[in-house]
């Protein structure tokens, strides 16, 4: 498994971004996959989750209803669309697959882990 993100930047309050994470491993299918993020001088945080199927997802409270977690087994990628961004949002992203059916909230229940890109968003 090898995780490449993509698609941070800068953006102003309330504004969109879509995160991609591509796995050029040919095993998408067998792996839940999930976002964290980590701002200045914090801990990484759980994001978002989706399971092996796509067919459970999990949100931290911060973002429900703001952001959506998605994936694509033909591309063999998996995507955080973020609304109505606010500057707390902002942190580096980091996409993380782990070999279970289920996704986790534990950062430590990831083995594989992307290189992280940058959010900005701006007041």
């Known amino acids: 498994v090898q995780l490449q993100a993509c698609g941070g930047g800068s953006v102003q309050a309330g504004g969109s971004l879509r995160l991609s994470c591509a796995d050029s491993?040919?095993?998408?299918?067998?792996?839940?996959m999930g976002w964290f993020r980590q701002a200045p001088e914090k801990e990484r945080e759980f994001v978002a989750h989706?399971?092996?199927?796509?067919?459970?997802?999990d949100y931290a409270d911060s973002v429900k209803g703001r952001f959506t977690i998605s994936r694509d087994y033909a591309k063999t990628t998996v995507y955080l669309q973020m609304n109505s961004l606010k500057p707390e949002d902002t942190a580096v992203y980091y996409c993380?697959?782990?070999?279970?059916?289920?996704?986790?909230?534990?950062?430590?229940?990831?083995?594989?882990w992307g290189q992280g890109t940058l959010v900005t968003v701006s007041s």
């Open positions: 989706v399971d092996r199927s796509g067919g459970s997802t």
């Open positions: 491993g040919r095993t998408f299918g067998d792996y839940s």
């Open positions: 993380a697959a782990r070999k279970y059916l289920l996704g986790s909230r534990r950062p430590d229940g990831y083995v594989y």
